[in-house]
């Protein structure tokens, strides 16, 4: 189990030198970023680094991390549990024109200062990871899939536009006088 939280900062080369295996917990509550694209959450995100370096003496780092986001409906706005899991493999630069060296296989992370904030590199990696839109399953969402279809909308907006009419009960007074 995992119940120590992850350093903020780090000394990746030092931890890539060492072959170092990094665990922890990152409270969900901290970071802004990602509740400005997924709104407010709660909970731990778990985290595992192994810093290391690679044949070609490029210095990485191997990462996951898992997460349970809550997440608003796209069709009612009432926030859904959506697990989320990345695996991920960086290549530390320390200079953002040394990224484009990296092979595919690598995402930059910018190591400043030969320190790293771990925090803004889970949270990037978080916020990579979200779905593009989430809806709950039909039985379970607030908004009826019918209501969705527009012409049924607009059938339904003119049946009680007529009921409703004012003038048109007037009419039916007149008539009948
Ligand atoms: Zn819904």
């Known amino acids: 189990?995992?119940?120590?939280?992850?350093?903020?900062?780090v000394e990746p080369y030092k931890l890539a030198a060492?072959?170092?295996?990094?665990?922890?917990?990152?409270?969900?509550?901290?970071?802004?970023?990602?509740?400005?694209e997924a709104g407010p959450q709660s909970g731990d995100c778990r985290v595992v680094l192994e810093f290391g370096i690679d044949a070609q003496g490029r210095?990485?780092?191997?990462?996951?991390?898992?997460?349970?986001l809550m997440l608003a409906c796209r069709r009612c706005l009432v926030p859904i549990e959506h697990p989320v899991k990345s695996d991920?493999?960086?290549?530390?630069v320390a200079d953002e024109a040394l990224a484009?060296?990296?092979?595919?296989?690598?995402?930059?992370?910018?190591v400043e200062n030969e320190q790293l904030n771990l925090l803004t590199l889970v949270e990037d990696e978080l916020i990579l990871s979200l779905?593009?839109?989430?809806?709950?399953?039909?039985?379970?969402?607030?908004?009826?899939?019918?209501?969705?279809?527009?012409?049924a909308d607009e059938a339904e907006e003119d049946e009680a536009?007529?009921?409703d009419n004012p003038?048109?009960?007037?009419?039916?007074?007149?008539?009948?006088?």
Do not use: N, W
């Open 131 to 151: 779905p593009q839109v989430i809806y709950h399953d039909e039985a379970d969402c607030l908004v009826p899939a019918e209501q969705l279809v527009s012409k």
């Open 59 to 68: 210095r990485e780092i191997h990462g996951s991390l898992e997460a349970s």
């Open 100 to 110: 484009g060296e990296l092979p595919a296989s690598h995402e930059p992370v910018l």
């Open 88 to 92: 991920f493999l960086l290549g530390m």
């Open 167 to 177: 003038f048109a009960v007037l009419r039916t007074l007149k008539d009948k006088q």
């Open 1 to 9: 189990m995992l119940t120590s939280r992850l350093p903020d900062r």
């Open 18 to 36: 060492r072959r170092e295996r990094l665990e922890g917990r990152v409270a969900l509550s901290g970071l802004s970023r990602l509740a400005e």
């Open 161 to 163: 536009a007529s009921d």
